[in-house]
Nanobody, 115 residues
């Protein structure tokens, strides 16, 4: 299993960023995917999740209405569109897949939101 992330960077408050995660090594179209984030001195938290077909999504309360998770099963890629970014969204963001009994992570992408 390999998860390769792209996107991220520095943006001002209210700005937007889009993260991508290209997956390989498993049947992507049959596997739910997740995005997590970890801010300095905080535990890693689940930000968004999407079902294998993409018809069901879930979000942390802190990002509802601002972030959108999506996927392209032809490209084996999951996305996280982040709008109306706030300084408290600053964190390292990780793509994640759970394939029992293991959990796999992308390499992490820094998102920094300046005030």
């Amino acid at each position: 299993v390999q998860l390769v992330q792209s996107g991220g960077g520095l943006v001002q408050r209210g700005g937007s960023l889009k993260l991508s995660c290209a997956a390989s090594g498993f049947t992507f179209s049959r596997t739910p995917m997740n995005w997590f984030r970890q801010a300095p001195d905080k535990e890693r938290e689940l930000v968004a999740a999407i079902s294998s077909s993409g018809d069901m999504t879930n979000y942390a309360d802190s990002v509802k209405g601002r972030f959108t998770i999506s996927r392209d099963n032809l490209k084996n890629t999951v996305y996280l569109q982040m709008n109306s970014l706030k300084p408290e969204d600053t964190a390292v963001y990780y793509c994640n897949v759970r394939r029992y009994p293991e959990t796999f992570w992308g390499q992490g992408t820094q998102v920094t939101v300046s005030s």
